[in-house]
């Protein structure tokens, strides 16, 4: 399995919660690969036994200050996604850990997701 692949079954789930919000696509292997050599991009991929079992998404972002706020940067999950057959073993909760590890390490001060 590809990211790509898991992608398609994240855009599938936004599809069904929010069908007016998300469009019935996914990334192309090669759209993939662009939106990985972003710099605002980090992603993280679970593999086990050489196949890819589950991925992260997220997009670094600032915010700057405004009247009511300070500026802050923050780190933005997009996606997370495991595979049906590797799922309740751990590969999430470790994959949202990279994220928070590299929030840290990059002074990021706030992660946040759509839910």
């Known amino acids: ?3 790509s692949d898991l992608n398609a079954v994240v855009q599938a789930k936004h599809v069904a919660a929010e069908p007016c919000f998300f469009v019935d696509a ?5 759209e993939m690969i662009a939106l990985i050599a972003r710099d605002d991009t980090v992603m993280r991929v679970a593999v086990y036994d050489g196949q890819v079992t589950g991925y992260i998404y ?3 972002r ?3 200050e405004s ?3 300070r500026g802050y940067r923050a780190l933005h999950i997009h996606h997370i996604c495991v595979g049906d057959e590797f ?3 751990g590969i ?3 994959l949202v850990n990279a994220v928070r590890e590299f929030a840290a390490e990059s002074h990021i001060e706030r992660l946040t997701a759509d839910l």
């Open 26 to 30: 996914a990334f192309s292997a090669a």
């Open 87 to 89: 799922r309740r073993r």
């Open 92 to 94: 999430a909760s470790a």
């Open 1 to 3: 399995m590809e990211i």
């Open 62 to 64: 600032v915010f700057s």
């Open 58 to 60: 997220a997009q670094s």
């Open 67 to 69: 009247a009511l706020t």
